[in-house]
């Protein structure tokens, strides 16, 4: 009998609570525009906009789709018999996906793996020097894309030539402050398949990378027995000293750019590229920082573990805590509080499922989605 690795679990619990961090605002205060549709003019709204860009925004779902790599190696290992089930398992998590972005979260990352875990399947087998230049290849690529896109629209701004209006707002906004769960349920829907070219061409890319780069520190087994002391101050030192700095910089360039009167949409696309872009740099400090500190202290990671194998039940469960706290059929607090009280009810969110999670620990192997995904795909298990 195998030992479950207990630093992937913590890593995933952690990635969780920056997840529920970034999503809470489009629960909250704007269906379209997250954090960027609080009024940054308030410090109680400026504030968390500026600390939950530059430490959670495109750092925490880079985590989330690294594990998700890291965990498909343990499925698919090296022998092609376990096919079957990975491909059951991504139709089920594509299943899940449509179901929690018409009723819960537009903003769904499940559908999005369900597909990106297909994809996988054409590269997981082949060469490590292959996956490698993969990686390099979408990484640069899509920076250079964003990166090219941001420039061309300031030097439009320069130009004077008028950009057309973007949307701020959509049907969900108002859906969520007096429709019923239904009426939401449409917009929602509305919403998601408006936005999800475009989602995918910003996460995606960058997404896929991270689940690439989990399968190779996997075969290593980088974040278990392989993982060694010097490598994850390496990785802290790299993170911290380069990855947040720039990160810091880029959220208040970005929230400068918010306030100002002469507000520059180049500009803001600008520094959410350097924002993305530069996101693995912060993201790999996290994981040398957070294996650092578990070697010391592994009684106090119990919650960030047991929320990290109650993974899926816990991101579904946080847009259920967030859509009954602000939508109209729950206490319908849309619109109404300020994002430092949103952040606060995030951080509830998690705290509570987290224990949640770490109860059922105590009476059962899994949570109920888990469950309900093992016993999916079971059927398509690889027979010995």
């Not at 940054?40 to 880079?62: C, D, H, R």
């Not at 880029?250 to 520059?264: D, G, H, K």
């Amino acid at each position: 009998m195998t030992t479950r690795d207990g630093f992937p679990d913590a890593l995933r619990g952690f990635a969780l609570i920056g997840i529920v961090l970034v999503n809470a605002p489009f629960f909250s205060v704007n269906t379209v525009l997250g954090l960027g549709g609080a009024d940054v003019s308030n410090g109680w709204n400026s504030v968390p906009v500026f600390f939950i860009t530059s430490l959670a925004l495109g750092k925490f779902y880079l985590l989330f789709s690294f594990l998700f790599g890291y965990s498909a190696a343990y499925i698919l290992k090296s022998d092609k018999a376990n096919v079957r089930r990975f491909l059951a398992r991504a139709v089920v998590l594509i299943f899940f996906g449509v179901l929690h972005a018409v009723f819960l979260w537009h903003g769904d990352i499940l559908f999005m793996y369900g597909i990106l875990a297909i994809l996988l399947l054409a590269l997981y087998y082949r060469r490590e020097k292959a996956i490698r230049l993969t990686v390099k290849v979408v990484y640069i690529v899509n920076a250079a894309l964003l990166s090219l896109l941001s420039l061309l629209l300031f030097a439009g701004e320069m130009l004077g030539e008028d950009l057309g209006e973007t949307a701020t707002s959509s049907s969900l906004d108002s859906s969520l402050a007096v429709g019923s769960f239904l009426d939401n349920a449409g917009a929602r829907s509305d919403l998601w398949l408006t936005g999800l070219p475009g989602s995918f061409a910003l996460q995606a890319p960058f997404a896929f990378a991270a689940i690439l780069v989990g399968v190779l520190a996997a075969k290593k087994r980088l974040l278990a027995d392989g993982a060694n002391a010097l490598t994850m101050k390496r990785l802290a030192v790299w993170g911290f000293a380069i990855g947040l700095p720039l990160q810091l910089i880029a959220a208040w360039f970005s929230l400068v750019n918010q306030q100002s009167v002469n507000y520059s949409v180049g500009a803001e696309l600008g520094w959410f590229t350097v924002t993305f872009a530069s996101a693995p740099v912060l993201s790999a400090g996290y994981v040398g920082v957070l294996w650092l500190l578990m070697q010391r202290h592994k009684r106090g990671f119990g919650l960030l573990a047991a929320a990290g194998r109650h993974s899926l039940s816990v991101y579904i469960g946080q847009s259920v805590i967030l859509a009954f706290v602000f939508s109209a059929w729950g206490l319908g607090l849309f619109g109404m509080l300020n994002l430092t009280l949103v952040t606060l009810i995030a951080l509830g969110a998690w705290l509570v499922l987290a224990g949640l999670a770490r109860l059922n620990s105590r009476y059962f192997s899994s949570g109920p989605l888990e469950w309900v995904l093992k016993k999916a795909t079971e059927p398509f298990r690889a027979r010995a």
